[in-house]
């Protein structure tokens, strides 16, 4: 089955409903989204407003849902990631000059959009600050959701020796021995074993990215994950 038919269901399309309507089930979707993405907005807001961030994100998503931005955006235009995080820049834009309006004559300070944007290495700017951060969160996520996979089928202690092999990082043979010991496997039973947690934990990855896509193609979906693993 491809990505597109597995897929069509996805996180655009579920925020689009929950603003649509006034239900709990709307409500808890909203709170959701955004705890799920409040890190990487954090996390570039804070280059601005080191002190005020938290607020600043919060004010963010409130008027981000009082004036329907989640309800009215085009999935095809775009991705969910870019999407917020244009939202975001506004938001931000908007912001600073309020506060300057507010504090003319004053001796408070602002950094603005452009200054924090070209400080110091790009890669470890604004954007690149949020781009790191959503994908470390997608990975986390990700995990998080093969972990409960897991457990539901009576496996929490196999993945708990299993999932430090994702990180493609644990191949000495004493090591695997012991782990091999440890759940009564051969040592061909456990390179099965680490195959087959690899390969569910890139098929759930696929997943949470294509849940941030209107997606179309696997292509689609690929082309995200090599962008977001460049940023990890």
């Not at 995080?85 to 506004?90: H, V």
């Not at 908007?94 to 004559?105: E, M």
């Not at 202690?157 to 021995?177: T, V």
Request: aromatic share 8%; proline share 3%.
């Amino acid at each position: 089955m491809s990505l597109h038919h597995r897929f069509l269901t996805t996180r655009w399309s579920i925020l689009k409903k929950a603003v649509a309507e006034s239900q709990p089930e709307s409500a808890q979707a909203l709170a959701e989204f955004c705890i799920n993405y409040r890190g990487p907005l954090l996390a570039y807001a804070s280059a601005f407003y080191p002190q005020d961030a938290e607020d600043l994100v919060q004010g963010f998503f409130e008027r981000l849902i009082e004036k329907g931005f989640l309800a009215s955006a085009d999935p095809a235009k775009g991705k969910l990631r870019t999407f917020l995080l244009t939202c975001l820049k506004r938001h931000i834009a908007n912001q600073l000059r309020h506060n300057s309006a507010g504090k003319r004559g004053g001796d408070a300070e602002h950094m603005s959009i452009d200054d924090a944007g070209h400080l110091g290495d790009p890669t470890a700017g604004p954007e690149a600050l949020y781009h790191r951060r959503w994908a470390q969160e997608v990975l986390e996520r990700a995990i998080t959701r093969l972990r409960d996979d897991w457990t539901r089928d009576g496996k929490a202690a196999q993945f708990e020796e299993l999932h430090p092999f994702l990180g493609y990082s644990r191949n000495e043979d004493e090591e695997r021995a012991a782990i091999a010991g440890r759940l009564g496997l051969s040592t061909g039973a456990l390179k099965t074993a680490i195959y087959r947690i690899r390969r569910e934990y890139r098929d759930v990855l696929l997943q949470e990215i294509a849940d941030t896509l209107e997606v179309k193609t696997q292509d689609e979906v690929l082309a995200e994950m090599k962008d977001l693993m460049a940023w990890v």
